[in-house]
């Protein structure tokens, strides 16, 4: 399995929403529920920040909602912030033990907050 | 959840070398466990589960043979075996605990430097 697809960078101002989709196939995202969201900063760890395609972990903001059609995740963070600037990265399992890789990443999107 | 990566640094080509993964905050036997990587300027990259009774193993499948996972549950530790290193595997390590899905909760991570 390839890495899952996102687009490069997003931007957006302050206040508005943006969706960001994580594109594989019925082998990955199309094939199962458990597909999760990363948020990162440069030089930190990634945070989970959505799992099992919809769930918000404890802590996690409101913001921040995900939802999946057919083969494709999308992440969408609402009332965009400065804060929200960061990579954010989807995963998905990806299959049984003969797989090349259990789990997969998508690319990494850059959010800007204009 | 609190995990602390450690044993990184700068190794040759060709050399080993075993990180760790220490655990605190919550029942480590109870969790399974991953390995992931993150190359200089480049994304995630999973590399490794290990399940909580530690009975089975995962791998990327280009790391196979070359890489191991491990646990000590005695000591709250996972453990990465990394043999025969490359300059492409140069990268900031994590550990993370795996509760049904994808990694969860992560640690700082550790990074490996292979360079002569």
């Known amino acids: 399995q390839s890495a899952l697809t996102q687009p490069a960078s997003v931007s957006a101002s302050p206040g508005q929403s943006i969706t960001i989709p994580c594109s594989g196939s019925?082998?990955?995202?199309?094939?199962?529920?458990?597909v999760s969201w990363y948020q990162q900063y440069p030089g930190r760890a990634p945070k989970l920040i959505i799992y099992?395609?919809?769930k918000r972990p404890s802590g996690a903001s409101t913001r921040f909602s995900g939802s999946k059609s057919g083969s494709t995740a999308s992440l969408t963070i609402s009332g965009l912030q400065a804060e929200d600037e960061a990579d954010y990265y989807c995963?998905?399992?990806?299959?049984?033990?003969?797989?090349?890789?259990?789990?997969?990443f998508g690319t990494g999107t850059k959010v800007t907050v204009l | 959840v609190h995990l602390v990566e450690s044993g990184g640094g700068v190794v040759q080509p060709g050399r080993s070398l075993r990180i760790s993964c220490e655990g605190s905050?919550?029942?480590?036997?109870?969790?399974?466990l991953h390995w992931v990587r993150q190359a200089p300027g480049k994304g995630l990259e999973w590399l490794a589960l290990?399940?909580?009774?530690?009975?089975?193993?995962f791998y990327l499948e280009s790391l196979k043979g070359r890489f191991a996972i491990s646990r000590d549950d005695y000591k709250n530790t996972l453990y990465l075996q990394m043999n025969n290193l490359r300059a492409e595997d140069t990268a900031v390590y994590y550990c993370?605990?795996?509760?049904?899905?994808?990694?969860?909760?992560w640690g700082q991570g550790t990074l490996v430097t292979v360079a002569s």
């Open positions: 995963c998905s399992f990806a299959g049984r033990s003969t797989s090349v890789s259990l789990y997969v």
């Open positions: 905050g919550f029942t480590f036997s109870n969790y399974g």
């Open positions: 993370a605990t795996r509760s049904g899905g994808c990694p969860e909760d």
């Open positions: 290990i399940w909580a009774d530690g009975t089975s193993t």
């Open positions: 099992e395609v919809y």
């Open positions: 019925s082998d990955d995202v199309g094939g199962y529920s458990h």
